[in-house]
């Protein structure tokens, strides 16, 4: 297991846990103490986690995952969501998408499409096949040297956890385009509350694309479905469509259902 691997590891344990025991830890990782605490130094030096006598806590109540570390969880369940949701955005569309492991993902798969030729629709185009609207730097810098997506990039301050751009500048480019579709990372559904995210700037920026576009996605897997989170995006009757993996429990599918969403488990 590699260094990087290994610290994926120990954060999403801490995640859950919020604790880490070395002991525990490395027997975990199947490693030794030794290494484990080397790790946990590490990461503190880089203010992801908080060193104590014995391991290690969560900063705050809310702990929350730089991108580059979740990348790696239920990564197979992302990728079949995302080809899922890359199969319903045509040609010529103008597709919005908010920051996250799940819309990166979404991304790659709008890439592969063109790679793989199954976009024969789009040979009349005198230009892009695909223009995306994006608030968040990494999708942009993975498309921007594609020659068949316009790409977009609002303005704001980033986010160093998620790459995502927000506050007034990001508002203002997002309030003078129009979106066929908006797809959307989320950290929570709930059926009464809606749908929500960890930070009220990325809330505020993911209802909006959501109100600029005429369809909306959600592109999340199944750990999100019941789960709260801080700040709300928006209500489920915004939310045309859901995809999402099949670990989704029934009775969650049956209520998002009943509110008028299509429910797409793959």
């Given amino acids: 297991m590699s260094k990087q691997e290994r610290w994926s590891k120990l954060l999403e344990l801490l995640a859950v846990e919020g604790k880490l025991d070395v002991e525990v830890a490395a027997a975990s990782v199947e490693v030794s103490a030794a290494t484990i605490r080397r790790d946990l130094d590490e990461l503190a030096e880089q203010r992801l986690l908080v060193r104590t006598r014995g391991g290690a806590i969560a900063h705050g109540v809310s702990y929350e995952l730089p991108l580059r570390y979740k990348s790696s969880r239920r990564a197979s369940e992302k990728q079949r969501i995302a080809g899922a949701v890359a199969d319903m955005l045509g040609v010529g569309e103008v597709i919005g998408l908010n920051g996250g492991t799940t819309t990166t993902e979404v991304a790659r798969a709008l890439v592969l499409r063109v790679g793989a030729g199954q976009t024969e629709a789009g040979d009349g185009l005198s230009g892009p ?58 950290d929570g559904i709930d059926p009464q509350l809606g749908v929500m995210t960890h930070h009220e700037d990325e809330a505020g920026i993911s209802r909006l694309f959501a109100e600029r576009a005429r369809k909306v996605i959600l592109a999340t897997d199944s750990s999100k479905m019941g789960k709260r989170a801080f700040a709300r995006i928006c209500s489920l009757d915004r939310i045309d469509v859901l995809v999402t993996d099949s670990g989704i429990a029934p009775d969650m599918a049956a209520r998002l259902s009943e509110a008028g969403i299509e429910v797409v488990a793959v």
Avoid: C, M
């Fill in 129 to 186: 096949l695909y223009t995306v609207v994006t608030n968040a730097l990494n999708i942009a810098g993975e498309l921007a040297v594609r020659p068949q997506f316009k790409i977009v990039v609002t303005g704001g301050v980033a986010r160093p956890q998620t790459y995502e751009l927000v506050g007034p500048l990001t508002a203002g480019v997002l309030n003078e385009v129009v979106l066929d579709v908006a797809v959307l990372g989320v």
